[in-house]
């Protein structure tokens, strides 16, 4: 739950996420990962609804480096404007977790995907906006432990950057910044065993 200011219309977003990985095989540390994020947001009276559904494979090439296929199917729902559109996308990530950086431990992520938009309306009129665009994604993580403790876990500060650029066709924007800072239970390597690991408060 978030508060966001958005050139200065100010309004209420809700994120939920539901995630289950499956491990493929007795023993090993590649995963099958089922994605359910859903977002709804309230800004000045604009509401818009998010649901999205993806499907990945995380292969582990060594303990600390992974890589990721994903594919993805989204829709977007805003009544006030009445929009619907339906979004599909394709995607290969690769993470990179270096342990014992300073006090702390570094990630890096990177990632190149495809994204097509399937359908786009206005009032039920299709604009026929059928978008078709590469995404480039880069960016770095640094988590800090902390002394203190959290749920009987370890607690950390981490920060993170990333740049995410779309080639093709053209959109609202060609590059975006993002830039966070939180607080929450340290992690232990790139599989989340706790559900406390997954809860965060901070900046974004």
Do not use: C
Not at 48 to 55: G, K
Not at 150 to 160: D, F, I
Request: net charge positive; aromatic share 8%; glycine share 12%.
């Amino acid at each position: 739950i978030g508060r966001t200011n958005r050139q200065g219309a100010v309004g209420t977003t809700y994120e939920a996420r539901i995630s289950r990985a499956f491990r493929l095989g007795e023993g090993s540390r590649n995963l099958l990962i089922v994605d359910l994020p859903v977002s709804y947001e309230d800004i000045k009276g604009v509401r818009t609804l998010r649901a999205n559904a993806a499907v990945a494979a995380r292969i582990g090439l060594s303990r600390q480096w992974s890589i990721e296929p994903r594919v993805s199917y989204g829709y977007v729902y805003a009544h006030d404007q009445g929009l619907k559109g339906q979004l599909a996308m394709g995607s290969v990530a690769s993470l990179l977790m270096l342990d014992n950086i300073g006090p702390g431990a570094l990630t890096i992520g990177n990632m190149i995907g495809y994204t097509k938009v399937l359908k786009a309306e206005l009032y039920d009129y299709d604009v026929g906006n059928k978008t078709d665009n590469v995404v480039l994604r880069n960016g770095l993580a640094y988590e800090l432990p902390l002394k203190g403790r959290m749920g009987g876990r370890q607690a950390s500060v981490r920060t993170s950057y990333a740049m995410t650029n779309y080639l093709g066709d053209d959109l609202y924007t060609d590059t975006l910044h993002e830039a966070s800072l939180s607080l929450g239970v340290r992690t232990r390597g790139s599989d989340i065993r706790n559900s406390y690991e997954v809860l965060r408060v901070g900046l974004i």
